[in-house]
């Protein structure tokens, strides 16, 4: 039923870590590796191996450079799944009843047999979690690896998300942030967690915690400026060509 | 948003059709016999041809029975049954027109009202997608609704309503283009908050996720149409509007069906462009993800 339950008291989902990211994709092949071979249709490629290569992936990886009025750029990576909002626009808009919201735990998931790939989720959806399978033609997208986290198959270290488990910078944390107590509870609201496009008001799960400030290093070298290696003043036949250029029309003064 | 050839075909014969079936809903034209055979066969041949092209976009069109299902909260689910509603209560009152020679006039009501009940629903569909700020808003109905009575209104020869709702329609087009180009600004939406880095600095896309191209860059990062913006707005206007605004002048005093029908092919095909553009121009907030829009 595409009608979403009342806000459930548990809210499973991730938090992000920007700081820690290091943009290695280990998420995205962990992902993949995990969801095209355990449920429903897999995830598949077209011409991989071409350079007009692609295909379904349910976490990407953007990189994205921020300018501070002062001091040097900074190269932030940033991985993107589904953020299982509250008020998730992708599961009303669906005519079927294959987009549902979980009650139990707020994990949004799609029933494959009754997606009829209309594609209106997609269109829904402001972050890009959604993507039609070109093969299956059916809509895939993250499950927070529900297959994972319930599975008693597994030993107990596994029992979550594929991305979380695999990513070897710990940037990337799963639990319950419906309960203010829960470990990435208090890891929100210890970094300032942030929601994406929040004027969207699907209030997200997913928190996304911010870079760290950079710090200022100080001098700590004492020989640092014994070796200082840049002439300030050109002199000999540099020094002269300098003049004699700058004395040329169109030099600079 | 990649205008997809069969979902304007759709948003153009459809809304064409039903406009049609509105106005012989009302009893504007009530014929009977074979004239009322030829008006509701256009009118289903554009309507019906307009939904199964729409479904030529579905990955699964088998289970598109299913669709019918979820009209609580789905503008897609209520178009579908306002569709079937309206194509069979018109069907049985074309019947009664066609085959008895009779009027049964509260049910043509009802489907007129259905029929524009379809084109509402559709334009929901877009209207309510807050990820399209050019589409989220309270002209995309309107437009589609004018569209689509000026289209029946000259289909069914109601010459004096085609003359106003050409100039409604155009002048709510142009209205529509331009307070459109400015909501994606006024939307909020932006890289800063997106990305939610925009505190330290100014944000720029610096690589994407992958080397190819993706599903989300197909669908929603369209840029090819928006090249040729100011040609196609001047074609939808000249073809879509004025032609078959002067045409009809000239119907009104020869009563020519030739220029009836220039005047039926130059709207269609000033619609076509303007749908085109509907999609082509409409930028949906995913693109800011990757630099594009």
């Given at each position: ?6 806000p ?8 992000i ?14 992902c ?25 992936f349910?976490?990407r ?7 501070p009025?002062q001091g ?33 735990d707020g ?8 997606c ?11 972050y ?8 299956e ?9 529900v ?7 597994l ?19 799963f ?73 040329m ?5 | 948003?990649?205008?997809?050839p069969?979902?304007i ?18 009893g504007?034209p ?5 004239v ?5 066969a256009i009118?289903?041949?554009m ?23 979820q009209?609580?909260t789905?503008w ?22 066609v ?20 084109v ?23 437009l ?21 709702m ?9 209205y529509y ?24 600095g100014?944000?720029?896309a ?7 191209s993706?599903?989300l ?10 090249k ?23 119907v ?33 907030v995913?693109?800011l993800y990757?630099?594009?829009?």
């Open positions: 039923m595409t009608t979403l339950p009342p459930s008291a548990k809210k499973l989902g991730l938090v870590d920007l700081d820690t990211c290091v943009g290695c994709h280990a998420c995205v092949v962990s993949k590796g995990w969801n095209t071979e355990n449920y429903g249709a897999p995830l598949s490629d077209q011409n991989a191996y071409s350079a007009a290569g692609q295909g379904t349910l976490n990886v953007h990189s994205y450079e921020v300018q009025d040097a750029a900074q190269l932030i990576h940033f991985p993107k799944s589904c953020l299982h909002c509250e008020d998730a626009p992708c599961v009303t808009v669906c005519p079927t009843g294959a987009s549902y919201k979980r009650q139990e994990i949004v998931l799609v029933n494959e047999q009754d009829i790939g209309c594609g209106l989720c997609a269109w829904a959806c402001p890009g979690a959604r993507e039609l399978d070109a093969a033609c059916v809509m895939k997208k993250c499950t927070l690896c297959d994972r986290i319930y599975n008693e198959n030993p107990e270290e596994d029992r979550q998300p594929a991305c979380v488990r695999t990513c070897p910078a710990g940037a990337r944390h639990g319950d942030l419906g309960d203010p107590d829960s470990d990435v509870s208090q890891l929100v609201a210890e970094r300032g967690g942030f929601d994406l496009m929040p004027e969207q008001g699907t209030k997200p799960v997913n928190k996304y915690l911010p870079p760290r400030p950079k710090d200022v290093e100080p001098e700590i070298d004492i020989l640092a400026p014994y070796l200082e290696p840049v002439a300030q003043d050109a002199k000999g036949l540099m020094g002269w060509l300098d003049k004699a250029l700058t004395a029309p169109g030099g600079s003064k | 948003m990649h205008p997809a069969s979902v075909i759709f948003n153009t014969f459809s809304g064409i059709g039903f406009g049609l079936l509105f106005f012989l809903g009302l504007f009530a014929p009977t016999g074979w009322a055979f030829v008006f509701f009118a289903y041949i309507a019906v041809g307009g939904l199964i092209a729409s479904t030529f976009h579905l990955g699964h069109p088998e289970r598109a029975i299913k669709a019918f299902s009209w609580r789905s897609l689910s209520r178009e579908g049954i306002c569709a079937v509603a309206a194509l069979i209560i018109m069907a049985i009152y074309g019947a009664g027109l085959f008895f020679g009779t009027k049964l006039t509260i049910l043509g009501w009802v489907g007129a009202v259905l029929s524009l009940g379809v509402y629903t559709t334009s929901m569909i877009y209207a309510q997608m807050k990820t399209v700020p050019r589409w989220k808003h309270w002209s995309t109905p309107a589609f609704i004018d569209l689509s009575v000026a289209g029946g209104a000259l289909l069914s020869g109601n010459i004096v309503i085609a003359l106003i050409l100039v409604i329609a155009g002048g709510m087009t142009a283009w331009a307070t459109g180009d400015k909501r994606f600004a006024e939307s909020g939406s932006n890289l800063a908050n997106a990305t939610g880095l925009g505190g330290i100014s944000v720029r610096f690589e994407p996720p992958h080397t190819g993706n599903y860059l197909k669908e929603f990062a369209f840029e090819v149409g928006r040729h913006v100011q040609k196609l707005r001047i074609i939808s206007m000249v073809f879509g509007f004025a032609i078959p605004f002067v045409l009809l002048l000239m009104q005093a020869s009563a020519s069906h030739i220029l009836a029908l220039f005047a039926v092919i130059s709207h269609i095909v000033g619609v076509l462009a303007l749908r085109w553009l509907f999609f082509a121009q409409a930028e949906h995913v693109g990757y630099g594009k829009r």
